[in-house]
Structure formats: structure tokens, C-alpha cells
């Protein structure tokens, strides 16, 4: 990931959680359920000070699947966090598919 030319300053991090065994043929969403319910537990036990953010709403989590929202906004509620995801729909100008030229 790059910064934009006038950035705000901030930080990317990249968790990696311990495997898993899933018996094979394991749905992906209940995969990203279990994911999910890890990362959620990290972020309450990180707070606000050690992810550097004043508020809440200076945290963003990106995902690389529409299908994980749903899963990530649920633990996150479970953990008592407030939760605002902006697009679980894809708009075809945002997809390079779409938008190139």
C-alpha cells in the first residue's frame, strides 16, 4: 500500500493468527467467522492506545472479501465495539474491470 501525495499519517498492520484445523470442506464463511472473532478479540485487547487512534472511528479494517464483513461486523458488535461498515456492495466504477480505460 501507498500513501497518497498529503497523506495524514498512520499505521498498517498485519495480523497473522495461529492455524486453525477445519475438517476439510469447511465453509469459507464459517472460516472467516472464526477470523473474524480472533481479530475482534486482538482489537478490544489492543485499544485505542496501542493501535494509536483517538477514537474508534480512526480505525478501519480493509477486507479482502464482501463475504467477511458480515462475520467481522458481528464479532466486533460481540465484543461491544460500535461498528459502521461503509460498502458490502461492490460499484462496478470501483472495479478495474469496470474503470479501466
Known amino acids: ?7 495524514l499519517p498512520g499505521q498498517i498492520l498485519r495480523l497473522e493468527f495461529a492455524a486453525h484445523d477445519f475438517p476439510p470442506k469447511t465453509p469459507v464463511r464459517r472460516k472467516a467467522a472464526w477470523e473474524a472473532a480472533e481479530l475482534a478479540r486482538w482489537i478490544r485487547a489492543a485499544g485505542l492506545t496501542n493501535l494509536r487512534a483517538e477514537t474508534w ?6 477486507c479482502p472479501r464482501k463475504l467477511w464483513f458480515g462475520p467481522l461486523r458481528d464479532a466486533l458488535i460481540r465484543e461491544g465495539l460500535a461498528v459502521e461498515v461503509q460498502s458490502e456492495t461492490a460499484i462496478k466504477g470501483d472495479h478495474p474491470v469496470y474503470a479501466w480505460l
Open 1 to 7: 500500500m501507498q500513501p497518497l501525495p498529503g497523506a
Open 57 to 62: 472511528r480512526d480505525v478501519a479494517i480493509l
